[in-house]
């Protein structure tokens, strides 16, 4: 049976536009699976735990900042990190000259600390779990400590937008219609 070029392209139309709904429902899902709170939590910001860290001893929390250094101990991974304030999707500013300080995070179970080396950076959900005192230089620095239950390491492709795949070659974007993804080659990616 042979479609005429009306009908194919009427197709070809509602696979986009149904593609482009999958992707603007990942969209707006995204949050709630990187780790986000339940709507309706007030979230405890990192001034209030820095100031009395044991009024909220066992109370559940969410910090953003970037690894300073891990080390794997007995008791689990420790990671150091300078605090920055999360952006609504919970990923880290960059802007370093917004911390407010730093924190401890405590990984019970095994974490490789290669594979979060200085410099990256990350949201942690945990517990609070009062304060630890560490050498910072030349002086003692009082953080406070968490025991991390979710760790969601951002990369450089996570501050891209989402683009939808689509496929490359000639097609209904032929012509007027021209896209930057064209080329020659049927295939997919």
């Given amino acids: 049976?042979?479609?005429?070029?009306?009908?194919?392209?009427?197709?070809?139309?509602?696979?986009?536009?149904?593609?482009?709904?999958?992707?603007?429902l990942g969209c707006a899902t995204s949050e709630h699976q990187t780790g986000g709170l339940p709507s309706?939590?007030?979230?405890?910001?990192?001034?209030?735990?820095?100031?009395t860290p044991e009024s909220?001893?066992?109370?559940?929390?969410t910090f953003g900042g970037k690894v300073l250094g891990?080390?794997?101990l007995?008791?689990?991974?420790?990671?150091?990190?300078?605090?920055?304030?999360?952006?609504?999707?919970?990923?880290?500013?960059?802007?370093?000259s917004r911390s407010e300080g730093r924190f401890v995070a405590l990984q019970k179970s095994f974490l490789d600390p290669a594979t979060i080396p200085p410099g990256t950076f990350l949201t942690v959900t945990g517990e609070m779990a009062g304060t630890i005192v560490l050498p910072l230089?030349?002086?003692?620095?009082t953080y406070p400590?968490?025991?991390?239950?979710?760790?969601?390491?951002?990369?450089?492709?996570?501050?891209?937008?989402?683009?939808i795949r689509r496929p490359i070659?000639?097609?209904?974007?032929?012509?007027?219609?021209?896209s930057p993804y064209w080329s020659p080659w049927p295939y997919y990616w």
């Fill in 56 to 61: 909220y001893m066992g109370q559940s929390v």
């Fill in 145 to 163: 400590l968490i025991h991390i239950t979710n760790l969601r390491v951002w990369t450089e492709n996570d501050e891209e937008a989402p683009r």
């Fill in 1 to 24: 049976m042979r479609l005429c070029y009306n009908e194919a392209m009427r197709r070809s139309w509602s696979i986009y536009l149904f593609s482009g709904f999958i992707a603007l």
């Fill in 74 to 96: 007995k008791e689990g991974t420790r990671i150091e990190i300078l605090q920055l304030p999360l952006m609504s999707s919970l990923q880290p500013t960059m802007d370093l």
């Fill in 169 to 178: 070659g000639p097609g209904p974007y032929w012509g007027p219609y021209w």
């Fill in 137 to 141: 230089d030349e002086t003692e620095y």
């Fill in 70 to 72: 891990a080390r794997r």
């Fill in 40 to 51: 309706g939590t007030p979230q405890i910001t990192y001034t209030q735990v820095k100031s």
